[in-house]
C-alpha cells in the first residue's frame, strides 16, 4: 500500500454540491482503509439550492450512489422530467421542446433529420416535434420509463431526467452519505490555515475554535469561493459579455393545472422566466440583465406569472456567468458554485456538480499532486464550461425578436467562433457534430436550432439514395408509431402514484 495516499478529506459545505460529493466519495472509496471524509457546514449559511431541474445524467449518478429511485421521487418531491419547452425564444408567440433522447430513426448510415429536411423540401409539413417520443409524451403529461428491451420501440431510446426540491436531494444524500461513515462538523470556518512549505491548505479553523486538518479539500462554499479563491486565489473567467444575464429571483408557487414532465423556460424583456413543476409545488425564477432591468420589476414580472399563490417571499441572486481559471489548485478541488456559474437554462448545475466528482475520482490524488494530471483536469473542466456556454449563447444569438433593448443586444452580439462554424455548418446542409466529448448531443443541438428558426439550406445528399414517395412513406410512418406510444403511455400522475407517491390534486380549470 503507498505511504502517500489520500487519508483525510475535508469537504467545505453542505447544500447540494457537498453533499453529493461527500455520497459519491464515500460510496466510490470509502472503504479504503484508514479513510475518514469530513464535510463542514454551518445552518447559519444559507444554500442557493440550485438544480431543481436536471439533465439525464442525474439517473445515472443516482445508480452510482445507490440510490433506489422510486424511494428518492417520493423523498424529494420529484417529477419525471422529458425535456425543456421554451416559449417566446424566436420570437414571441412561438414555442418548441428541447427532449431527452433523439428523433426519429437514422438511415443509410444518416442522422434522420436530413431525412426530414428531404421532406420539408417535398412540401411535408409535419413538425419535427412529431418524431420525439419525449416531445409527445411531454406535451400529453404522460411519462414512463425506457424499454431498451424493446429495440423496436420509440421507448427504447427515450430519456428522462428529474425535477425535485433541491433542499430535500441534499437532505437525501446526507443521510446516506453518513450511512455510508461520512463525518459532519456544524459550524462556521473562520480560518484557512496553511502548510507554510507547500503553500497548500493544511486546516481550516471553526468559529468554535476546533481546527479539522485535511490532505484534500473539496471547496463546495457557493459562490464565496472560501478556499478555491479565498485561499488560493484562483480567477475567474468572466463570460457577462456573451451571457448578460447576472441576477435572478426565485419564488415557489402553489401548483397551476398542470403537472406536464418539462421544464418551461419563457423568455421576458430582459431574460427569461423558469417553471419546474415538482409534486406539490412549482418552482419559478427570473433570471435576467441588471442592465436592463430592476430587481423590483424582474419582481413584479415573476409575481404576475405564477400559475398560483406564492409559497414565500422571493428570493434575490446575484452571480456571473464564467467559472475559475484553475478550479483545481495544490489540495484544493472546487465543485459546484465554488469553480463556476452558468444560468440553468438548461439545467446544466447539478451536472457541472457531477462531472467535477466524476473526474475527480478518475484523476483522484495521492498526497504527491500530480500537476500534469491537476491540469489535466483543470483543462477538461474549462472545456466542459465552454461546450455548456455556447450552447446557451445559442437560445441567445438565434433569435428573431428585437422587442426590446436586451434582445436586440443578444441577437446582435458577436459568437465564440466555436458556436459561429457550428451555426454556419447547419445552415447550410444541416450538418452537426458532437465535438471531443461535449456535453449535448446532435440531438440537442438540433432541437435549439431548429426551435429557434434556422432553416438549412440543403440536407445530406444520402437522402436521395430514397426515392421522394420511400422518404414520406417512411416518416409517415415513423410518426404514427411515436403517437400511438406516446398515447399508450400513463399520465404522470398515474405513474407516480405507482410507485408509492401521492401528488396532490391540480387546480381545476374555471
Known amino acids: 500500500m503507498r505511504n502517500d495516499r489520500i487519508r483525510r478529506i475535508v469537504i467545505v459545505g453542505g447544500g447540494t454540491a457537498g453533499w453529493m460529493a461527500a455520497a459519491a466519495l464515500a460510496r466510490l472509496i470509502g472503504p479504503m482503509p484508514d479513510l475518514s471524509i469530513d464535510l463542514i457546514e454551518s445552518d447559519a449559511i444559507g ?77 411535408d409539413p409535419t413538425p419535427l416535434d412529431a418524431y420525439s417520443i419525449g416531445i409527445m409524451a411531454g406535451k400529453r403529461g404522460r411519462f414512463a420509463h425506457p424499454r431498451p428491451d424493446q429495440p423496436n420501440s420509440p421507448l427504447a431510446k427515450l430519456g428522462y431526467a428529474f425535477q425535485f426540491d433541491a433542499g430535500l436531494y441534499a437532505a437525501f444524500l446526507r443521510r446516506l452519505a453518513e450511512g455510508l461513515g461520512v463525518r459532519r462538523t456544524e459550524g462556521r470556518i473562520t480560518e484557512i490555515l496553511h502548510d507554510g512549505e507547500s503553500g497548500q491548505v493544511r486546516a481550516v479553523r471553526l468559529e468554535s475554535g476546533a481546527t479539522v486538518e485535511g490532505d484534500l479539500f473539496v471547496d463546495c462554499s457557493g459562490f464565496r469561493g472560501l478556499l478555491i479563491e479565498g485561499a488560493m486565489g484562483a480567477a475567474f473567467r468572466d463570460w457577462t459579455h456573451w451571457l448578460p444575464c ?17 421544464t418551461r423556460a419563457t423568455a421576458r424583456a430582459a431574460g427569461w422566466q423558469w417553471r419546474i413543476p415538482l409534486q406539490h409545488r412549482i418552482g419559478n425564477g427570473y433570471v435576467y440583465a441588471s442592465e436592463h432591468l430592476s430587481e423590483d420589476e424582474a419582481t413584479a414580472t415573476l409575481l404576475a406569472n405564477l400559475d398560483g399563490p406564492a409559497l414565500a417571499e422571493p428570493r434575490a441572486l446575484h452571480f456571473r456567468a464564467g467559472h475559475r481559471d484553475r478550479v483545481w489548485i495544490g489540495n484544493v478541488v472546487a465543485l459546484g458554485l465554488a469553480g463556476g456559474f452558468l444560468e440553468p437554462l438548461e439545467s446544466t448545475s447539478i451536472h457541472l456538480i457531477q462531472s467535477g466528482i466524476a473526474r475527480l475520482m478518475a484523476l483522484f490524488p495521492t498526497r ?71 456535453l449535448f448531443p446532435e440531438a440537442s443541438w438540433l432541437a435549439v436550432l431548429n426551435g429557434q428558426g434556422i432553416v438549412p439550406q440543403g440536407y445530406h445528399p444520402v437522402a436521395d439514395l430514397l426515392s421522394d414517395a420511400e422518404t414520406l412513406e417512411r416518416l409517415k410512418h415513423i410518426a404514427q408509431v411515436i403517437d400511438e406510444t406516446a398515447d399508450a403511455m400513463p399520465l404522470q400522475d398515474e405513474y407516480l402514484r405507482q410507485i408509492g407517491c401521492a401528488p396532490p390534486p391540480l387546480r381545476q380549470a374555471s
Not at 430513426?105 to 434522420?112: A, I, K, N, S, T
Not at 447576472?246 to 418539462?262: E, I, S
Not at 483543462?379 to 466542459?384: F, V
Open 47 to 123: 444554500t442557493v439550492g440550485v438544480g431543481e431541474a436536471t439533465i439525464p445524467h442525474i439517473v445515472l449518478f443516482n445508480r452510482m450512489v445507490g440510490i433506489d429511485e422510486a424511494a428518492f421521487v417520493r423523498e424529494t418531491n420529484a417529477t419525471y422530467k422529458l425535456g425543456i419547452e421554451f416559449v417566446d425564444w424566436q420570437r414571441i408567440g412561438t414555442r418548441y421542446v428541447h427532449p431527452f433522447g433523439v428523433y426519429g430513426l437514422d438511415m443509410l448510415g444518416v442522422e434522420f433529420h436530413h431525412f426530414w429536411l428531404k421532406a420539408r423540401a417535398l412540401g
Open 246 to 262: 447576472d441576477r435572478a429571483v426565485a419564488v415557489p408557487c402553489a401548483l397551476g393545472r398542470d403537472r406536464v414532465p418539462l
Open 368 to 438: 504527491g499532486f500530480d500537476p500534469v494530471e491537476i491540469d489535466r483536469f483543470n483543462r477538461d473542466t474549462a472545456q466542459e464550461y465552454v461546450d455548456i456556454r455556447d450552447f446557451l449563447i445559442l437560445h441567445y444569438k438565434a433569435t428573431e425578436r428585437d422587442d426590446s433593448p436586451f434582445w436586440r443586444r443578444c441577437r446582435d452580439l458577436e459568437p465564440p467562433e466555436g458556436l459561429r462554424e457550428k451555426l454556419a455548418m447547419f445552415a447550410r446542409n444541416g450538418r452537426i457534430f458532437r465535438e471531443h466529448q461535449e
